[in-house]
């Protein structure tokens, strides 16, 4: 099988919503991992065989609770329509039926995002992640269009959406708890937030004032997952889930059991090494690329996780500290889990 090859038949793109509406079901809490995206470098092409083995292993060797595809990770504004479909069709196929997939689907545009909404929806994912645009900066100075424009995504709809707070990536927009409050009072279909803000007092504010059972706050890193869950979150969506699935789970799952200097020590320690892999998408591919690829049984995995021309990946310094730094987590990762989920898989406590 080459690396372009699939058996997916993709629908043909539409400009208009399916007729049924999702009925709303708030995310499962635990952590979930921003699939990142191979590529073969020779064809600059989707690596489809590495990226199914990738995704399967995360599912079905992982006690993750679920899967973003097409989230910042994965590159997705350096892919195209057909592509993102692609990725969200294999995504689907390569999970367990009911295994929730959250699926990126942020554009520049009210339209562009809604067309990316009900491919995903076409796909099987459960939910649409959603950036505020934020292309223009100037054109977005005010919280009334931020509103409007969460306002016009959530109405057409037919996925529960979960907004996305991200201002390194939109230049600089930050929504606040208010806005965000307000957004999901508004609207049933508003289900969730991911803040990679790193503000752990908007998690606090926002558990405080939305019923769990109504909506989910997760974190948008690994790093600050004891200090959400200290404060109400129901878990957290980092990057570098993707990196150590199993030891982040294990934060989740000590904290849950009332174990907190176990959690706390084990956090630290994996904070200590996120930080390694804090350059970038490129930093973090090549930390994948030396840790849970191999697992998964992609072959050559550093070079097909470079990311996408014209971007370079980390120096030849950084890729040392990141080797260094993840052989000293080998052993986290490799005890406990040995089963998958036909076989009742959770991290080991």
């Not at 092409?45 to 006690?63: C, G, I, N, S, W």
């Not at 979150?233 to 030891?247: E, K, L, M, T, Y």
């Not at 892999?277 to 992609?298: E, I, N």
Request: charged share 20%.
């Amino acid at each position: 099988m080459d690396s372009t090859s699939t058996n997916l038949t993709l629908p043909s793109s539409s400009s208009h919503p399916p007729q049924k509406k999702h009925p709303y079901p708030v995310p499962t809490p635990g952590v979930y991992a921003p699939a990142i995206t191979f590529f073969n470098p020779a064809t600059d092409t989707l690596d489809l065989p590495a990226q199914e083995k990738y995704f399967a292993h995360l599912a079905h060797r992982t006690p993750l609770t679920g899967l973003i595809i097409l989230g910042t990770n994965a590159e997705p504004f350096l892919l195209s329509r057909h592509e993102r479909k692609t990725l969200l069709h294999l995504a689907r196929a390569s999970v367990p039926a009911s295994y929730p997939l959250i699926a990126g689907v942020s554009g520049h545009s009210t339209a562009q995002t809604l067309s990316y909404i009900y491919d995903a929806h076409a796909a099987g994912a459960d939910y649409a992640l959603v950036l505020p645009c934020a292309y223009y900066k100037p054109l977005v100075n005010t919280v009334a269009m931020v509103k409007e424009f969460y306002a016009q995504v959530a109405s057409q709809s037919p996925l529960p959406i979960i907004v996305y707070n991200f201002p390194a990536v939109c230049n600089g927009v930050d929504l606040d708890s208010d806005c965000i409050a307000d957004l999901a009072r508004r609207h049933a279909n508003i289900v969730g937030v991911k803040l990679t803000c790193g503000s752990v007092a908007k998690v606090a504010r926002l558990a405080a004032v939305l019923p769990a059972e109504r909506f989910a706050v997760f974190g948008g890193q690994a790093d600050f997952l004891l200090g959400g869950l200290a404060v109400g979150a129901a878990g957290c969506i980092g990057a570098f889930a993707n990196v150590c699935p199993r030891s982040v789970v294990r934060v989740f799952e000590l904290w849950k059991a009332g174990r907190r200097a176990e959690a706390v020590a084990l956090q630290q320690r994996l904070s200590l090494a996120e930080g390694v892999t804090k350059g970038g998408v490129g930093s973090l591919k090549f930390a994948v690329g030396v840790t849970t690829a191999p697992r998964a049984g992609v072959e050559d995995a550093v070079r097909l996780l470079r990311p996408r021309r014209p971007y370079e990946g980390p120096s030849e310094e950084v890729k040392a500290r990141i080797v260094q730094t993840m052989e000293g987590l080998r052993g986290l990762e490799d005890e406990g889990l040995v089963e998958d989920r036909g076989g009742k898989a959770l991290a080991r406590l």
